[in-house]
């Protein structure tokens, strides 16, 4: 992949399974749940100094499951639930493709970074990436960034070898903290 040199440090956050319950083509705001110790485990990533980006598959919208509408009224409500717990994201990117389009944005390709690197200043080398799936760890890898496997959602029985696996995200932030040095801005 073209590596950007942006200049933020980023924590890619996969959003089923990592930040919220993984429910099956969820499309309806209501259920929405955070998984416990998501808001405070974002809250210490953003005192580490990371930018906070959800990127996430959404096949259902290309799969005529539902519309990108519904997509939009989840990450609203998600966005609103973490208001609540002190924390605000700086991006959310999905791919609305199925497999079988093969766009370049569906996970483990790198369009939904390379577009919130180019959108929000990004340096790929100084990011992490989170998530229970080995897309997201293979994603990450490709883009040159830590890779951890939380062990919610799916994370427990995937198949990959990311830098190190970890019980949840409050567990992707301690590992991060003592792991991580960033640059003093
Ligand atoms: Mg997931
Ligand atoms: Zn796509």
């Not at 944005?105 to 100084?126: F, H, N, Q, V, Y």
Request: charged share 20%; hydrophobic share 45%.
């Amino acid at each position: 992949m073209p590596m950007f040199h942006g200049r933020h440090p980023c924590v890619f956050l996969d959003r089923d399974g990592t930040l919220i319950i993984e429910k099956h083509y969820l499309c309806d705001p209501t259920a929405v749940e955070l998984l416990p110790g998501t808001g405070a485990a974002l809250c210490r990533l953003r005192d580490l100094g990371y930018r906070l980006v959800i990127v996430t598959n959404q096949s259902g919208v290309g799969r005529g499951l539902f519309k990108q509408s519904a997509v939009d009224a989840v990450h609203a409500r998600l966005a609103a639930l973490l208001a609540s717990a002190g924390v605000r994201l700086d991006g959310i990117y999905s791919c609305p493709h199925r497999p079988e389009d093969r766009c370049a944005c569906r996970k483990p390709a790198t369009g939904l970074i390379e577009r919130a690197c180019a959108e929000l200043d990004l340096d790929p080398g100084l990011s992490a990436m989170v998530g229970d799936k080995a897309c997201d760890i293979e994603l990450g890898a490709r883009c040159g960034m830590a890779t951890i496997l939380v062990q919610t959602g799916y994370g427990a029985t995937e198949a990959c070898v990311p830098d190190v696996v970890v019980a949840d995200l409050a567990a992707a932030a301690a590992w991060l903290a003592t792991h991580r040095e960033l640059p003093v801005p």
